[in-house]
C-alpha cells in the first residue's frame, strides 16, 4: 500500500516562510509525478503546484506563482513545498498527491497523504 505522509506545517506569521515535506513508504516516488493541494475550511480542495517525474517541469496555481517552490529529492523519496511569503489566505491543510503525469486537475491524482496545516497569522 502506498502511504504519503506531509510533514513540515505549523503556525507562522504573514511574511514569514515553510518547507512542507512530503516523504511516500512501501514504494518509490520516482515514476510517478507528485502535486500539492490545499483545502481551507468550507472550501473545496484546491491545487497548488505539480511536478513532473523527473522534476524538470513544474506547474504552480496563479495565487502561489512566485513565492512558493515544489522540488522533489527521488533518492530520499521526498516532494518539497518551499512556501515563501505566506500570507493568511495561504491558511490550509496542504496534501500531497501522487499520479502519473503531470497534471492541476484532483481527479488525476489516485492516492493522498493525510495532509498537514498551514496557518498563517497576520
Known amino acids: 500500500q502506498v502511504q504519503l505522509v506531509e510533514s513540515g506545517g505549523g503556525l507562522v506569521q504573514a511574511g514569514e516562510s515553510l518547507r512542507l515535506s512530503c516523504t511516500a513508504s512501501?514504494?518509490?516516488?520516482?515514476?510517478?509525478?507528485m502535486a500539492w493541494f490545499r483545502q481551507a475550511p468550507d472550501k473545496e480542495r484546491e491545487f497548488v503546484a505539480a511536478?513532473?517525474?523527473?522534476?524538470?517541469?513544474?506547474d504552480y496555481a496563479d495565487s502561489v506563482k512566485g513565492r512558493f517552490t515544489i522540488s522533489r529529492d527521488n533518492a530520499k523519496n521526498t516532494v518539497y513545498l518551499q512556501m515563501n511569503s505566506l500570507k493568511p489566505e495561504d491558511t490550509a491543510l496542504y496534501t500531497c498527491?501522487?499520479?502519473?503525469?503531470?497534471?492541476?486537475?484532483?481527479?488525476?491524482?489516485?492516492?493522498w497523504g493525510q495532509g498537514t496545516q498551514v496557518t498563517v497569522s497576520s
Open positions: 498527491a501522487r499520479g502519473l503525469m503531470l497534471s492541476t486537475i484532483r481527479e488525476s491524482y489516485a492516492y
Open positions: 512501501g514504494r518509490t516516488l520516482s515514476n510517478y509525478a
Open positions: 511536478i513532473s517525474r523527473s522534476g524538470g517541469r513544474t
